[in-house]
């Protein structure tokens, strides 16, 4: 098992940048394919990024893709997400999530693992 612990979320201005962070214990972290979902109010959770094993493939939402930034430190059981040029739409609660057995996870279904949330509030 890994238990996965977010950090970094708050509330920022539009066009500002955040930096989430995703601690993970237990089961070597480099094991584990990696991604970010998102869940605002009333809406379903939904992807926003994935990043393989070894951090060499990289997968995003169109709604993000050229703004944010997925990457790991497997030296570090790290996950990380860069937000750049962040939009009120972005507002939402961001979830780290991992699995043992798929190469990439895009998808709520293919998620074993799921931390607790870090909320991301972006003002206009």
């Known amino acids: 098992q890994v238990q996965l612990v977010e950090s970094g979320g708050g509330l920022v201005q539009a066009g500002g940048s955040l930096r989430l962070s995703c601690a993970a214990s237990?089961?070597?972290?480099?094991?584990?394919?990696m991604g970010w979902f998102r869940q605002a109010p009333g809406k379903e959770r939904e992807f926003v990024a994935a990043?393989?094993?070894?951090?060499?493939?990289?997968a995003y939402a169109d709604s993000v893709k050229g703004r944010f930034t997925i990457s790991r430190d497997n030296a570090k059981n790290t996950l990380y997400l860069q937000m750049n040029s962040l939009k009120p739409e972005d507002t939402a609660a961001y979830y780290c999530?991992?699995?043992?057995?798929?190469?990439?996870?895009?998808?709520?279904?293919?998620?074993?693992?799921w931390g607790q949330g870090t909320q991301v509030t972006v003002s206009s």
């Open positions: 237990g089961r070597t972290f480099s094991t584990y394919a």
């Open positions: 990043i393989s094993r070894s951090g060499s493939t990289t």
């Open positions: 999530a991992a699995d043992p057995d798929y190469r990439m996870v895009v998808t709520e279904q293919d998620c074993a693992y």
